[in-house]
């Protein structure tokens, strides 16, 4: 098992700030590029520990890295496949970087990552150049006041037995529904930490910087 050793996911979608993306990464980070995600390597400063992908968005760059050559027909994209494959190995902490933003469709493919690694008990985030997500659903949830909004999204069904104190719009025991989505920019209020509680469900919850 990878005790107490974080996973991070780096894919092709565009990074704009690089050195908040930097700041958030670890010396002994395992770091996962897949396919297009290379293009990030530079800017990064980091040396990957993993290099996965069919190659059909970006050339193979034949580096001394260990490197998994996918075929371009599969199930799994190419960061779906780099998820599983930490997960076979061990990592219980998971961060996703270059996952969110250009297509859509990909965008919300890997969104659904969180999902999945929550299924698993395990923990994963999400970070882009101007918000932070992750799941909430058996454990609380907490937002510091240097997130100075924040947003609920229900991604998977109806989530019931909500509860967020420390906001300027508190709830208590509601529930959201994909098909009415009243959670979205919420304020912490200065000086408090707002705290997110779910009973049953799962929510995404973006916390914007």
Do not use: W
Not at 62 to 82: M, R, S
């Amino acid at each position: 098992m990878q005790e107490n050793k974080r996973c991070v996911i780096v894919g092709g979608a565009d990074i704009n700030n690089y050195s908040y993306i930097r700041s958030r990464l670890r010396e002994d980070d395992f770091i996962v590029f897949c396919d297009s995600g290379l293009k990030h390597l530079a800017e990064l400063q980091v040396k990957p520990s993993l290099i996965v992908g069919d190659f059909d968005s970006c050339e193979n760059p034949h580096i001394d890295v260990e490197t998994i050559v996918l075929p371009c027909e599969k199930d799994d994209t190419d960061t779906v496949f780099a998820v599983k494959e930490a997960v076979k190995r061990g990592f219980d902490d998971f961060l996703l970087i270059g996952v969110v933003g250009g297509r859509l469709d990909h965008t919300l493919g890997n969104v659904s990552i969180l999902l999945y690694l929550d299924s698993l008990g395990k923990k994963g985030r999400i970070i882009d150049d101007y918000s932070e997500m992750e799941i909430v659903s058996h454990k609380p949830v907490s937002v510091s006041d240097r997130y100075p909004f924040f947003s609920l999204l229900n991604i998977s069904g109806c989530a019931k037995g909500i509860t967020v104190t420390g906001a300027k719009y508190p709830l208590t025991d509601a529930d959201i529904s994909c098909e009415y989505q009243y959670g979205i920019s919420n304020e912490v209020i200065p000086g408090k930490k707002a705290v997110v509680s779910v009973e049953s469900g799962k929510l995404l919850l973006i916390k914007i910087r």
